[in-house]
């Protein structure tokens, strides 16, 4: 219990930390994978091009690459100077758009077709198809994996340790390193994890409201 | 293909005209976003012969050889480790023994809660540290290890969901040739749900090598700590060895996730699949013709459940 009172300055700033990347991460990601999401059904051949082989080069990086290439990389030329934290949030929101992009890629698929054509034999355009009539069903089929891929950002955000972000799991050597704080670095390392657990618990938590709130009743 | 999607019309003269300027966009985007980026690496000098010269040495490359099988055989321990472990979890997750049932789904979410890199810190940064203990883990296992728990969990609920999902005529006429419970298991259930869920498995294994990247932070000598190591001097080559390391891992993974995408197809179309849609992206039942109503409204009720284990957590 030492480890988490003796330290609740480090653990505020790690926690504060860690919610920031997400939030940050998850708004880039949400923006940018819709986006992206739009271009992979769109009618413009070239739209769908870009973004097949954007989401499939970055699906298939590892994440420590992406955050390599956007810490270490980025500084290497000589561009106006960003601290790491935006450079986390940025590496973070280019790797997860792509599953966002998926995601809803995946959720207006499930849209059963008759929908897409009725609206299409009364005349609609692509874009009144896709904001009045596909969007609003496929967005409750689209909520639950979406929860997923936030919980599994809200996961990823500890590989920020690894490149200078003091977040939670950067703590173990923010502790370790100093010699008169309390607790051993198991102690610490399990409050993380036990820090983790409570975080995914709530968002499952919030995953289950609304997949009860929004589901399909017919 | 542009005439296959319901959700617009074959494009009439107007359309063409505007999906050619918005692709004529596109392309320009993409170009002014690489361009940059290719005119900042010329800028910095990033294209200089002297900054790639360190890769005509053969030492270098024995030493990109060796992180390679670092980072290749972390992969096949960590793959085959979590295949199995997956295995048991399911298996235990599905007993008729509450007590066997309950602990099971309890690790199979506290694993799955974790952070995988919290995982390898633990076993590496937190074994490692205790107080007394001579015992040293490596940090091969530690990856190893961490990588197996987390995967483990995920395929398990894969492989329990792919179980689930199948017509409980046939566990029942498994009972009804005489068969015991494990007979079932084995000769009747695992069999198609490996068959339904193989291109999950490998999806997974996607993830799995990508995750052996996290290697690097707890300091496993895998190739991003390579590529790190090269550049550790100043005036060192890091965005060239950063980009050759890219190039490796990202081509281990598209062939990876190739194989995934084949057998997705591939069990799609199998006709001894027919009727059995255990994931909600690729067999659904509201996209074929044929399908029944009641299958759809099952789809429904069970989507979600689905996505959030073969697609969502396995980021």
């Known amino acids: 219990m030492d480890a988490l009172l003796g330290n609740l300055d480090l653990w505020g700033q790690a926690t504060l930390n860690t919610v920031l990347l997400f939030l940050g991460g998850g708004a880039l990601a949400l923006v940018l994978g819709t986006v992206v999401g739009a271009m992979r059904v769109s009618p413009v051949p070239i739209a769908r091009g870009v973004g ?156 289950r409201h609304f997949e009860k709130k929004w589901r399909i009743v017919r | 293909m542009s005439g296959a999607s319901v959700l617009y019309d074959v494009p009439g003269p107007r359309a063409v005209l505007r999906n050619r300027i918005l692709g004529l966009v596109t392309v320009l985007i993409v170009l002014a976003a690489v361009g940059f980026i290719v005119y900042r690496f010329a800028a910095t000098g990033q294209f200089d012969a002297s900054r790639w010269n360190l890769f005509t040495y053969s030492l270098v490359w024995q030493g990109m050889a060796q992180a390679l099988w670092a980072t290749v055989s972390a992969f096949l321990a960590a793959g085959v480790g979590s295949i199995v472990l997956g295995f048991v979890l399911a298996i235990g997750r599905l007993s008729d023994h509450a007590w066997v049932r309950v602990p099971v789904t309890v690790v199979i979410e506290l694993l799955r809660a974790v952070p995988v890199l919290v995982m390898m810190m633990i076993f590496f940064y937190g074994v490692n540290s205790i107080p007394g203990s001579t015992f040293r883990m490596s940090a091969y296992a530690a990856v190893v290890i961490g990588l197996v728990l987390y995967n483990g969990s995920v395929l398990a609920e894969a492989l329990r969901a792919g179980i689930e999902a199948l017509p409980r005529g046939q566990k029942e006429a498994g009972y009804a040739i005489g068969l015991r419970k494990s007979g079932v298991m084995a000769f009747i259930l695992l069999p198609q749900a490996i068959r339904a869920m193989l291109p999950v498995i490998v999806a997974q294994l996607v993830v799995t090598l990508k995750d052996t990247a996290l290697g690097f932070i707890i300091t496993y000598p895998e190739l991003i700590y390579y590529a790190k190591y090269l550049s550790s001097q100043p005036g060192r080559p890091l965005l060239q060895a950063g980009l050759i390391v890219a190039v490796i891992y990202i081509s281990m993974c598209l062939i990876l996730s190739g194989i995934a995408k084949w057998l997705e197809v591939r069990t799609r179309r199998s006709p001894k699949m027919k009727g059995y849609t255990p994931d909600a992206g690729g067999g659904d039942p509201r996209i074929h013709d044929g399908s029944t109503v009641t299958e759809v409204i099952a789809m429904q009720r069970g989507a979600g459940k689905f996505d959030g284990t073969s697609t969502g957590p396995s980021v």
Do not use: H
């Open chain 1, 52 to 207: 097949t082989v954007y989401v499939n080069l970055v699906r298939n990086t590892p994440l420590t690459l992406v955050f390599f290439f956007f810490v270490f990389g980025y500084p290497k030329l000589d561009l106006p100077e960003i601290p790491f934290m935006p450079l986390g949030i940025i590496a973070l929101g280019i790797y997860t758009a792509t599953y966002v992009a998926e995601v809803l890629r995946a959720g207006i698929n499930t849209v059963p077709v008759g929908q897409a054509e009725a609206a299409r034999a009364i005349g609609l355009s692509f874009g009144q198809v896709m904001t009045l009539v596909v969007m609003p069903q496929a967005f409750r089929s689209v909520v639950p994996p979406m929860m997923s891929v936030f919980i599994a950002l809200l996961k990823n955000t500890t590989v920020a340790a690894g490149f200078s972000i003091a977040e939670l799991a950067a703590l173990r050597a923010t502790v370790a390193d100093s010699a008169n704080r309390p607790g051993t670095v198991m102690e610490i390392l399990l409050w993380v994890a036990v820090v983790f657990i409570v975080l995914v618990f709530l968002l499952s938590l919030v995953q």
